[in-house]
């Protein structure tokens, strides 16, 4: 059985500090990394996907990748009660296969 | 923006009827997926599609059958409605090898 494995928080932050959310997942094979972001009672959104080792950033989000260690994890700079949410990490397996597999989510609290 | 619409927002059913959720995208992906998802459990994929009149099971897909009649448009079908199937019902559309993106959901509930 294919996993992705997330801590389910909640993950407390200060206003202004750095949020670091973390996935972990089972099939070595796994070719493209995605994280979503979902507001209480809204559809997932698409908000870094990542498919090589190292880092990508993207205005105050960087995602990073570490194959090796089959992790990846999404960092959160500056962060802003609005970013208080459930994040979700997605892996696809190989690219011919299209179906994601989620984590069940972290849940990330901001306080002002 | 890639649009992907659900029908309906919210939906109440009685336990034993059949109830179709649709589903319609607007930028020519050739894969469309439905998920459920509950607290606790996360989402798990019902049906996916790849192809006009191509189907595939997901993880969950008893008591749920689809269609795929159009390229921008698939359907969930509840066969026989049950109060196990009160749910958030997500679709979603991508090309190959994309992200997805996600309709606003339909919350069901089955009384």
Redesign the interface.
């Known amino acids: 059985q294919k996993e992705v494995e997330q801590n389910s928080g909640p993950l407390s932050v200060p206003e202004g500090a750095i949020a670091s959310l973390n996935c972990t997942y089972s099939d070595r094979g796994s070719q493209s990394f995605f994280w979503y972001r979902q507001y209480s009672g809204k559809s997932p959104e698409l908000i870094m996907s990542i498919y090589s080792n190292g880092d990508k950033e993207d205005g105050r989000f960087t995602a990073q990748l570490n194959k090796a260690s089959q992790y990846v994890s999404l960092l959160i700079r500056d962060s802003q009660p609005s970013d208080s949410a459930t994040y979700l990490c997605a892996v696809r397996v190989n690219q011919a296969g299209t179906a994601l597999i989620f984590g069940k989510g972290t849940t990330l609290s901001v306080s002002s | 923006d890639v649009k992907v619409t659900q029908s309906s927002r919210y939906l109440v059913k009685r336990t034993g009827e059949k109830v179709f959720l649709e589903c319609v995208q607007d930028m020519d992906h050739e894969?469309m997926?439905w998920?459920r998802q509950d607290p606790?459990?996360?989402?798990r994929?019902i049906y996916?599609s790849?192809d006009v009149k191509m189907k595939?099971k997901?993880d969950i897909p008893e008591g749920y059958s689809v269609s795929r009649e159009k390229k921008e448009r698939f359907s969930l079908i509840l066969e026989s409605a049950s109060t196990n199937q009160t749910s958030m019902y997500?679709c979603a559309s991508?090309p190959?090898?994309?992200?997805?993106?996600?309709?606003?959901?339909t919350r069901l509930t089955v009384v």
């Not at chain 2, 606790?40 to 989402?43: E, I, N, R, S």
């Not at chain 2, 190959?96 to 959901?105: A, E, I, K, V």
Request: net charge negative; no cysteine; proline share 0%.
């Open positions: 894969n997926f998920y606790g459990l996360g989402l994929l996916f790849y595939e997901g997500l991508t190959s090898g994309g992200g997805y993106t996600f309709g606003s959901g």
